[in-house]
């Protein structure tokens, strides 16, 4: 199970949007070991975490700044990769060969390996027993840096997929059956007890403002804890990103920008819960494949909102959790219906998704048990000493930000939830599609020498 569960009261947090900030193994002629990414930018999207671990927001100058230091890092796009495509191929086993090449002579491993040749998303997972090799394949195109820092496709502003999060990924699948990967942000028991004991206590007539700045004042800082996979790498923060973003739509920080799409807090009527909880997990169809078992597609849109009721005693502590109704529920399901959208609107959805669907694609490639049966070793990808993440501080602790509003005679406060996402059910549930096939035969029958080609109509 890879889980990840922001739980408890998690007044939402004044982080914005992390997003990732990858191009080559920039500083590999002073350090090989640097690691994936960039090397000396360590603030993400949006948000920065000090050395203390805190996260803080960036202020318009610093973001300019930022997406200034991205744009002259990366290289032009180079021949073969400009332009779209509907479907580009990459060889796993050439990808390592060429980034265990680059470690071994102490040079640079290209900008388009670390940015896996543009791919936006794994379509395709294909099995090429000729060769001994895994093959993923999906939509790409140039790319990019927008006005946040983030590495996007030019005509689709659509995040690429990263090496480092496919690195990790492979990296956590094994651990991810049993307790799964995990990122939690949570008041302490005292810190809720504090705001129930307050909210108890309320005059009549106080405003929504002085409400949310005492809530702040008494809850104080909220602790951030990842397991179970790299809590300092790029995949952790994405998830966490996620969920930051979530919250701050539902609870009115941010305008999502998207007709028909309010928060959740517009919507709410006089007898909701105080405290509401939503989650993002997986949306994903039976995975469609091929008779013989050599070809895989993945379908569906990958993320969808979920909501649940949390409630707590006196103590602060979680007794229950209930499934929600009313406008929970609904804002939970127009978030769903409209998740398409806010991946053009805020990239951090998107990469999401992408790194949903190379979580999933680690699963398959372990519950295929391909590595073995291709006498394909990943030892280069799983191997951190050889190929070191880029390393992030880790976030400890956010500040609360509260946003307190009375509906009737109850005042709704927060927002908690995540991202709970288990890749190894996502690879239990297929149906057999001879569309597969025949898109496994068109691709392999155009491969060549190099780690990557596109399909020719």
Not at 186 to 210: E, M, R, S
Not at 224 to 247: C, E, P
Request: hydrophobic letters at 40%; proline letters at 4%.
């Amino acid at each position: 199970m890879l889980r990840v569960c922001l739980r408890g009261i998690c007044m939402l947090l004044a982080v914005g949007v992390i997003n990732h900030l990858a191009g080559e193994y920039l500083c590999a002629q002073n350090d090989p070991n640097v690691g994936l990414g960039f090397a000396n930018v360590r603030q993400v999207g949006g948000v920065t975490v000090d050395t203390e671990g805190v996260l803080r927001n960036v202020d318009p100058a610093e973001r300019k700044e930022l997406a200034g230091l991205l744009s002259k890092a990366l290289k032009e796009v180079p021949l073969g990769f400009q332009g779209t495509t509907e479907l580009r191929m990459i060889s796993l086993r050439k990808l390592q060969d060429l980034i265990a090449e680059k470690v071994a002579q102490q040079q640079p491993i290209p900008q388009e390996a670390v940015l896996m040749g543009g791919l936006q998303r794994v379509q395709y997972l294909f099995i090429d027993e000729a060769n001994k090799d895994i093959i993923l394949a999906g939509p790409a195109e140039a790319w990019k840096t927008d006005a946040l820092g983030n590495i996007v496709g030019v005509t689709t502003n659509q995040p690429v997929l990263l090496l480092e999060d496919f690195v990790a990924a492979l990296r956590a699948i094994d651990n991810a059956r049993n307790g799964g990967i995990t990122c939690s942000i949570d008041p302490t028991p005292a810190a809720v007890q504090a705001a129930q004991d307050y909210l108890g206590q309320l005059p009549k007539g106080i405003k929504a403002g002085q409400v949310s700045a005492e809530l702040e004042k008494r809850m104080g800082l909220q602790v951030v804890s990842v397991t179970g996979v790299q809590a300092d790498s790029h995949f952790a923060q994405v998830l966490v990103a996620a969920d930051y973003r979530m919250k701050r739509l539902g609870m009115n920080f941010d305008k999502s920008g998207i007709k028909g799409f309010p928060s959740y807090l517009e919507m709410a009527g006089a007898k909701e819960n105080m405290f509401p909880r939503w989650w993002l997990a997986p949306n994903y169809e039976p995975l469609g494949k091929s008779a013989d078992g050599l070809a895989w597609e993945i379908r569906g849109t990958g993320v969808k909102c979920l909501t649940a009721d949390d409630h707590f005693n006196a103590s602060g502590e979680r007794v229950e959790t209930q499934a929600a109704g009313g406008s929970a529920k609904k804002w939970a399901d127009l978030m769903t219906s409209k998740y398409e959208e806010l991946c053009q609107k805020e990239p951090v959805f998107a990469q999401l998704r992408t790194c949903m669907d190379l979580a999933v694609v680690s699963a398959l490639i372990q519950q295929q048990r391909l590595t073995d049966r291709l006498e394909l070793s990943f030892a280069t990808f799983l191997d951190d000493n050889t190929l070191p993440l880029a390393s992030y501080n880790v976030p400890k602790n956010v500040p609360t930000i509260g946003s307190a509003v009375k509906k009737g005679s109850t005042w709704v406060i927060s927002a908690s939830g995540g991202v709970a996402f288990q890749p190894w059910e996502a690879v239990q549930k297929s149906t057999d599609d001879p569309a597969a096939a025949k898109a496994k035969e068109t691709a392999l029958a155009q491969r060549g020498d190099n780690w990557w080609w596109n399909a020719k109509k």
